[in-house]
């Protein structure tokens, strides 16, 4: 199983970015799908998760500015960030529950800056 993303970039404050991942080597279905993001000096944190149905959890700093949406035709997970700001400044990271198993690709920067 592989994951890889794509959509990041620099950005500047207010903009948005559309990050992508998808997944490969796939034969069952995938359960809970998410975005990570880890920051210089900072931990790894959530940044928003979605199940299989839908159902999805986001980061309270990402709430009303992010949504998170997934194709399960496609095993792809999306990340639509607006009014992005520079604390929003990190690698991206997508992961996938898939038949108990933590996947994760391979990051993608992400950087708001004027």
């Known amino acids: 199983v592989q994951l890889q993303a794509s959509g990041g970039g620099l950005v500047q404050p207010g903009g948005s970015l559309r990050l992508s991942c998808a997944a490969s080597?796939?034969?069952?279905?995938?359960?809970?799908m998410g975005w990570y993001r880890q920051a210089p000096g900072q931990q790894r944190e959530l940044v928003a998760t979605i199940s299989r149905g839908g159902r999805t959890n986001y980061a309270d700093d990402v709430k009303g500015r992010f949504t998170i949406s997934r194709d399960n035709a496609k095993n792809t997970v999306y990340l639509q960030m607006n009014s992005l700001k520079p604390e929003d400044t990190a690698v991206y990271y997508c992961s996938a529950d898939y038949r108990s198993r933590d996947y994760w690709g391979q990051g993608t920067q992400v950087t708001v800056s004027s």
């Open positions: 080597g796939i034969i069952f279905s995938i359960n809970d």
